[in-house]
T-cell receptor
């Protein structure tokens, strides 16, 4: 398996623009997680899905952030409008057991820079 | 509330020396504990995990970790560090279906 695939790897955008980050989880995994990593706050869980359904979005910082998982093989994280403080590395991870986390496999991340 | 503390932000060791990275957690029930490693520009890779049973767990790349319930600790060890071990290491505890991470420890290896 190719692992968790994220795109793009790098994104530079201007403040106010819409940004969409994409994730393809490992085939057969039924849980998907979006994390944000910054120097100041470390790794923060933004949202996670189980069987394509959002279970906990309490980590989503504000209404500018939204996430979807239309099917088991694809998820998006959207920021609209983007702000410089959204600059971070965004990781997607997937795992195979929804109610009992065994191991989360991480993608290589998307480095977002908002100027 | 669940939390993970990694008290050392940076650690520098000589190649061939032993290594111990500290991790303390706060969690009311029996924890599921993990150590991940992140190389520059890469995602996180699982080194090892503890769910139950033997409190000394072996992982990849020669790493091991010991769960000590009385100390709420899950320290990572390696008897002899290689230059390729230079990376950032994260301890994590599973809370429900979520992973809560520590702030990370950056390991530098000097030759």
């Amino acid at each position: 398996d190719a692992g968790v695939i994220q795109s793009p790897r790098h994104e530079v955008t201007e403040m106010g623009q819409e940004v969409t980050l994409r994730c393809k989880p490992i085939s057969g995994h039924n849980s998907l997680f979006w994390y944000r990593q910054t120097m100041m706050r470390g790794l923060e869980l933004l949202i996670y899905f189980n069987n394509n359904v959002p279970i906990d979005d309490s980590g989503m910082p504000e209404d500018r952030f939204s996430a979807k998982m239309p099917n088991a093989s694809f998820s998006t994280l959207k920021i609209q409008p983007s702000e410089p403080r959204d600059s971070a590395v965004y990781f997607c991870a997937s795992s195979s057991r929804g109610g009992d986390l065994t191991e989360a496999f991480f993608g290589q991340g998307t480095r977002l820079t908002v100027v | 509330a669940q939390s993970v503390t990694q008290p050392d932000i940076h650690i520098t060791v000589s190649e061939g020396a032993s290594l111990e990275l500290r991790c303390n957690y706060s969690y009311g029930a029996t924890p599921y504990l993990f150590w991940y490693v992140q190389s520059p520009g890469q995602g996180l890779q699982l080194l090892l995990k503890y769910f139950s049973g033997d409190t000394l767990v072996q992982g990849i790349k020669g790493f091991e970790a010991e769960f000590k319930r009385s100390q709420s600790s899950f320290n990572l060890r390696k008897p002899s560090v290689h230059w390729s071990d230079a990376a950032e290491y994260f301890c994590a505890v599973a809370y429900g279906n979520k992973l809560v991470f520590g702030a990370g420890t950056i390991l530098r290896v000097k030759s």
